[in-house]
């Protein structure tokens, strides 16, 4: 027994030390993101990979949900396949839906090799600059935003696990089924 209690203080030491670590890294989170859910979605423009410009207001009635990820991304990359067949298969003749997926720091040419490697459909966005994504945060991703039909801000995350990936699924769906 007393060959165990070193053992013991050990891991009780590392278990309060990773909780502490994870609770600075959340209070970060919080302040550096920039938006609030309630606020009414900063205004931006962007480009298509069809070379249409279209601003975020043009969206306007439909219910938009917003991923920023990177291509270098590990969790990014883990999350797209979900996004994909959770979200972007249940929805994408959905009228009254658009998904856009915007690529921090990624111009056209990347997103468009991403995209055709991967095999993907979904709506992406080059946004190289961070013009975009800095409206919303200043780091970590992935980050979600899901806007309602008025463009408010009615859900926002980072990271990716399955409870906050439900919740976001839950509020798309919650708020598709208003009329």
Known sequence: MKKLFPLFVLALISLYSCNNKAKEKEADVIKTTLTKVGQQVPEFSFVTLNNDTLSINDLKGKVVFMNFFATWCPICIKELPFIKSDIWEKYKDNKNF?????GREH????????KQKK?????????PERKIYSLFAERYI???VVLNREGK????????D????????ETIESELNKQ
């Open 98 to 102: 658009e998904l856009l997926v915007f």
């Open 107 to 114: 111009s056209a040419e990347e997103i468009i090799s991403f």
């Open 119 to 127: 095999g993907y459909l979904l709506n992406f966005v080059p946004d």
């Open 142 to 144: 992935p980050r979600n």
């Open 153 to 160: 801000i009615i859900y926002q995350s980072t990271g990716f």
């Open 162 to 169: 399955d409870k906050e990936f439900t919740k976001l699924k």
